[in-house]
């Protein structure tokens, strides 16, 4: 089977239902920037501070393949049954969070992105599920879109947030903390 088709050549492709959709549509803005949320999750994942958590962050991200093929499928057109989020999906998100928040100092201040190479993968993926979470909710508001979906990505960036915390507590990396210029 050949990866290529043409059929997206003239600025085209097909939704899961076949309904022919512009490549720059909001849908298809949503499920891509997904998609490379999902990427960054697999950069994370791969990071050798997550060696206990690759199988959370494998289950993250089936659930984000998940949500892209909601998102990639026509809601009034399709007839293929497509997998779902469950609230228990959230809840997995919330409980790991907490989990974590028990070994980590309370948090007083804002925290900037950096301090290991690792960590700012993290604090990239947050960023990322943000743009996701942002779209999809503007996506929301002409078209269908599954309310978990929404649910999920919010919890997600508080997760991947915990997540480079828990990461730079674990390197022993400074917490890069933001000081406000007041003057």
Request: hydrophobic share 40%; aromatic share 6%; net charge negative.
């Amino acid at each position: 089977m050949k990866i290529y088709t043409k059929t997206g050549d003239k600025g085209l492709t097909s939704l899961i239902g076949g309904t022919r959709v512009p490549k720059s549509s909001l849908r298809i803005e949503c499920y891509g920037t997904v998609d490379e949320l999902n990427s960054y999750i697999g950069l994370v994942r791969d990071q050798e501070v997550n060696l206990s958590r690759r199988d959370l962050l494998k289950e993250i991200q089936d659930r984000l393949f998940t949500m892209g093929a909601s998102l990639a499928s026509d809601p009034e057109k399709s007839k293929m049954k497509i997998p779902d989020l469950h609230e228990e999906d959230v809840l997995l998100l919330e409980r790991e969070m907490d989990r974590m928040n028990e070994t980590l100092p309370e948090l007083r201040v804002f925290i900037l992105p950096g301090g290991h190479p690792s960590v700012s993968y993290a604090h990239v993926a947050r960023c990322v599920c943000r743009r996701a979470e942002r779209l999809v909710i503007a996506l929301r508001e002409d078209s269908f879109v599954a309310e978990l979906v929404v649910m999920y990505l919010n919890r997600l960036s508080d997760y991947l947030f915990v997540l480079s915390r828990q990461m730079a507590h674990e390197l022993n990396a400074e917490e890069v903390t933001w000081k406000p210029r007041l003057s």
